[in-house]
């Protein structure tokens, strides 16, 4: 299969997957101002110290986002083999959250099966498409030359 019918694929996975993943990206700004997520008064840093860690996560998971169609949509020179270990360490931190924790604690797991099926899916077709992408990143005498 030639490079850019493989980068396609990966574009097209890459896109299912963060289109499925907006559910839950949206979730996450809506924990910001909820007062069912203030912390307890007692809490030094303040009780809606919640609401900064979903600000930031919802944060850096839009930069992670913009910075993946940007190597997968953007200048073909972009998508080098460097790019594409930097899209994987992206992912890792991405999607790592979802499920690194619950070997260790149980109240890090998703608040329900809809929500692990979203992070399943999201997770599984972006890291594919990454993955059958891996020689349009990896081609880069041909990536040079164009």
Known sequence: MCDKIRLNIGRILLSIGLIIGMGSLFMTFSHIGDTDYILISS???????AWYHAFRESIGDISTIVVLIAVFFGFQKWRTSQTWFICAILMFGYYAPFWIGIPFLPELAAPHMKAEIVHISMMMLSV???????????????????
């Open 43 to 49: 809490f030094e840093k303040g009780t809606t110290h």
């Open 128 to 146: 594919l498409g990454l993955i059958i992408a891996r020689k349009a990143f990896f081609n880069v005498t041909e990536n040079i030359s164009k």
